[in-house]
């Protein structure tokens, strides 16, 4: 596996037998938006320049080479700017997937993330709705279904339906179950899984 490292707005050259004309041109055709090519002339001294643009991420060229974008700033300064960052569309998923010897500290700047925003909302309060529901209970409440109790007729409890104001959804729900497989991941530094033990009981 070959990586090529850009780091943005910072030029690269590579001479001909380093860069293969192919991959040169698989670059210009389908990633000019993110990286900048200039082929060999004596102005690049008979080299391939690339420049990568203000994107960071992998692009994966082919099953063999891949291209990694480096921001200027160290990864955990960039995810701490994300944070404050809402409905990013310049974020974009590429097809392909590829081995980063930095995906520790990614997955901590995310759970941390993520944990942080929980606790916060867990302060304003967790997104509720109603839920429809139906129990056995021993007094009324919302609507009985008395079909149910013509045929158990031996039934004492009444089998009631109602709407329930309740915080227990399914959006919660992935929440939680995720704050769970971060805790089991053992990835987390031993601070993080503390904060994350603590969102999960408190979404819990």
């Known amino acids: 596996m070959k990586i090529i490292e850009l780091t943005e707005h910072q030029p690269k050259f590579f001479k001909p037998e380093e860069l293969e004309e192919a991959i040169a041109d698989l670059i210009c055709r389908n990633y000019s938006t993110y990286i900048e090519i200039e082929y060999p002339s004596p102005k690049t001294h008979k080299q391939y320049k690339l420049t990568a643009k203000s994107y960071v991420g992998f692009i994966p060229l082919t099953p063999d080479i891949q291209i990694l974008l480096k921001p200027k700033v160290p990864i955990a300064n960039l995810f701490r700017m994300l944070e404050y960052t809402y409905n990013l569309k310049s974020f974009q998923l590429l097809e392909g997937s590829v081995n980063c010897e930095t995906i520790p500290e990614f997955y901590n700047r995310l759970a941390d993330i993520l944990t942080q925003k929980i606790l916060e909302q867990s302060r304003k309060g967790f997104y509720r709705a109603y839920v429809k ?7 009324v409440r919302g609507k009985v279904d008395f079909q149910y109790q013509f045929k158990h007729p031996g039934t ?7 709407n329930q104001y309740t915080a227990d959804i399914e959006e919660n729900q992935i929440l939680l179950w995720t704050l769970y497989i971060i805790g089991r991941s053992g990835l987390c530094s031993e601070q993080l899984s503390t904060t994350v033990r603590k969102a999960y009981h408190t979404l819990q």
């Open 133 to 139: 529901n139906s129990e056995l209970l021993p007094y």
């Open 156 to 162: 004492v409890k009444l089998n009631c339906e109602y």
